[in-house]
């Protein structure tokens, strides 16, 4: 198994594990390899929304994190396989700057994500997995929570569309995100259609899929990103899964693997195939 979404202590919202117990933990699971795909930095003018600003790695420590994950490649090269990557966030308005910092990271990079996180209404942006608070407070501003929805699914097809040069992510992730508190606040719509729609550009594109892990241990998703039956549609089109824990902390490698699709065969990323 290749886990290819784990985040490291570079991240300001997650634990501060060393990198070393991360490695030294997937050793003894028994993982092949591992993708660190910390968050990219954020473009230098948007405003993180969320109140700690801690949305993302900071540009100050991009040199760094590329620079140690490189040095721990080497150390560990004939025991597990190490991939540097990023979690690069598409942020609908910031596509040219976004292009910019995968022009400046991706000549370092072996494997990236391409996320949304952040929705834009009228000229203000919501992240929309911070808490269910925040969540509820979005249903205010966009009106109920089928325009949340409508609203995320646009903004992860542009994700796809968008010309982000030659280091674009080629993984698409958790593309139910918007489902993480459905247990609260659930739409009143079926988005089937809107699932099969990504999956089919995903197709097109030539792109794969992150299938995350993180929604099963959260307490108001309960199910994995994307759930099942998104799962059997994107095999039904051959498209590339790749499992990704989505860890925040050393515990957090390998969650939810047991509540994937049995059905499901994972790939592994595109530089390893």
Same mark, same amino acid.
């Given at each position: 198994m290749h886990d290819g979404h784990v985040h490291t202590p570079f991240c300001p919202h997650g634990s501060k594990d060393r990198l070393g117990s991360y490695i030294e933990k997937a050793i003894q699971l028994n993982i092949k390899g591992i993708t660190f795909t910390e968050h990219a930095p954020l473009p230098l003018d948007f405003v993180d929304p969320v109140p700690e600003k801690d949305s993302a790695m900071t540009w100050d420590n991009l040199t760094s &994190? *590329? @620079?140690? *994950? @490189?040095?721990l490649k080497e150390k560990?090269?004939?025991? #597990?396989? *190490?991939?540097?990557?990023l979690e690069v966030d598409f942020i609908e308005g910031y596509e040219e700057q976004t292009r910019k910092i995968l022009?400046?990271?991706g000549p370092y990079l072996d494997?990236?994500? #391409?996320?949304?996180?952040f929705l834009k209404h009228n000229n203000s942006y919501f992240c929309l997995d911070y808490s269910p608070e925040m969540f509820e407070m979005m249903i205010g501003v966009f009106g109920s929570v089928d325009? *949340?929805?409508?609203? &995320?699914?646009?903004t992860v097809q542009q994700s796809i569309d968008a010309n982000l040069g030659a280091y674009k992510p080629k993984r698409i992730g958790h593309i139910s995100l918007v489902r993480k508190f459905q247990q609260k606040f659930p739409p009143t719509r079926n988005y089937?259609?809107?699932?099969h729609q990504l999956l089919d550009s995903i197709k097109e594109k030539g792109l794969a899929l992150d299938y995350n892990g993180a929604g099963v241990v959260k307490p108001l998703?309960?199910?994995? &990103?994307?759930p099942e039956s998104v799962i059997k549609s994107a095999l039904e089109r051959k498209i590339p899964l790749i499992y990704g824990s989505d860890a925040h902390s050393v515990k957090g490698l390998s969650q939810g693997i047991e509540k994937?699709?049995?059905?499901?065969?994972?790939?592994?990323?595109?530089?390893l195939s």
């Amino acid at each position: 198994m290749h886990d290819g979404h784990v985040h490291t202590p570079f991240c300001p919202h997650g634990s501060k594990d060393r990198l070393g117990s991360y490695i030294e933990k997937a050793i003894q699971l028994n993982i092949k390899g591992i993708t660190f795909t910390e968050h990219a930095p954020l473009p230098l003018d948007f405003v993180d929304p969320v109140p700690e600003k801690d949305s993302a790695m900071t540009w100050d420590n991009l040199t760094s &994190y *590329i @620079q140690e *994950i @490189q040095q721990l490649k080497e150390k560990y090269n004939r025991e #597990l396989t *190490i991939l540097l990557g990023l979690e690069v966030d598409f942020i609908e308005g910031y596509e040219e700057q976004t292009r910019k910092i995968l022009d400046e990271a991706g000549p370092y990079l072996d494997d990236a994500i #391409l996320s949304v996180h952040f929705l834009k209404h009228n000229n203000s942006y919501f992240c929309l997995d911070y808490s269910p608070e925040m969540f509820e407070m979005m249903i205010g501003v966009f009106g109920s929570v089928d325009a *949340i929805y409508d609203s &995320y699914f646009k903004t992860v097809q542009q994700s796809i569309d968008a010309n982000l040069g030659a280091y674009k992510p080629k993984r698409i992730g958790h593309i139910s995100l918007v489902r993480k508190f459905q247990q609260k606040f659930p739409p009143t719509r079926n988005y089937d259609a809107a699932f099969h729609q990504l999956l089919d550009s995903i197709k097109e594109k030539g792109l794969a899929l992150d299938y995350n892990g993180a929604g099963v241990v959260k307490p108001l998703c309960g199910e994995p &990103y994307p759930p099942e039956s998104v799962i059997k549609s994107a095999l039904e089109r051959k498209i590339p899964l790749i499992y990704g824990s989505d860890a925040h902390s050393v515990k957090g490698l390998s969650q939810g693997i047991e509540k994937l699709y049995t059905g499901a065969t994972f790939s592994v990323p595109e530089c390893l195939s």
